[in-house]
């Protein structure tokens, strides 16, 4: 199961700096509550509390699923118009890594001369590829799914989402290529996948 | 050149699981003015219902803090001179 651990930086009346660190943190602990936690500790001292740092991690020879935060991705150009810019949001599932792209059917794309409706046949992946300076890395994409959710404030969008596993946690450019049936066009994306580091305080 | 003394004090405390489950967990120069009974029963009411700690036999959920001492070594420096 994902792991995680927290880290709390102190120092003592001497100036000295101490780490103290905690594993099978609870994953679903508010990030709050676990600064809380590190103050109160640190409290029990003579100690200056220094911060609290939350790693998460997983077990990938074991697990194929991992939970995972990402940035927003911004794709300037996904067809021919340079004029259509879309902002993809990655999302982060609880149980599941996945890299998700937003289409937003309500607009106006070349690719589509549908307005507000799903496409008959949902873009489709042709190939996903990673580059890594670790050469140890192998990244498996296990499944391509294609999900339609409505949103109140946004119409209409579906996304198709990959499942990752990666044998070893560290740094890697995912590129994925997109194509669209209708009008035969393929495009590729990148995205970095990184460790998460949050520091609470 | 005299004697040197220092004092090592640690709070050792045993967190504890729903599976029977329990854990030491330490910290280092705990505050001499630290109330055992209701500094460390307070922290382990917050862990209980924070959810802060799981086991790691099963990830069973910590009920908290089981019982708590202050170690305090007194190591003498001697001088032989």
Known sequence: MPKTSIIINSQDTLGKSTQRSFTDVNPKAQNSDLATFGQRLTAMTSNVHG??????????????????????????????????????????????????????????????????????TPPYITDL?????????????????????????????????????????????VTATICFDETDTCNAYERTLTWTVTELE | MADVIKNNRTLNMTLSFEDGDTRAISVDNPDTSLNLGTHVDSLGAFCRE??????????ADCTGIREAYIKNDKVTYLDLS
């Not at chain 2, 924070?50 to 990830?59: A, M, P, R, W, Y």
């Open chain 2, 50 to 59: 924070k959810n802060i700690f799981l086991g790691d036999k099963g990830g």
């Open chain 1, 51 to 120: 911060g609290t740092i939350r790693i998460d991690k997983t077990d990938c020879d074991n697990e194929t699923k991992s939970n995972r935060t990402f940035t927003k991705f911004m794709v300037t150009k996904w067809n021919e118009s340079a004029s259509q810019v879309n902002v993809y949001q990655l999302e982060n599932n609880e149980n599941e890594l996945t890299v998700k792209l937003a289409t937003d059917t309500s607009k106006s794309y070349s690719l589509s001369a549908r307005m507000g409706t799903t496409f008959d």
């Open chain 1, 129 to 173: 590829s990673f580059s890594s300076a670790d050469t140890d890395l192998s990244v498996t994409a296990s499944t391509y799914t294609w999900h339609t959710a409505e949103y109140s404030n946004a119409g209409l969008r579906e996304c198709w989402a990959v499942n990752l596993v990666m044998s070893r946690i560290v740094p890697c450019t």
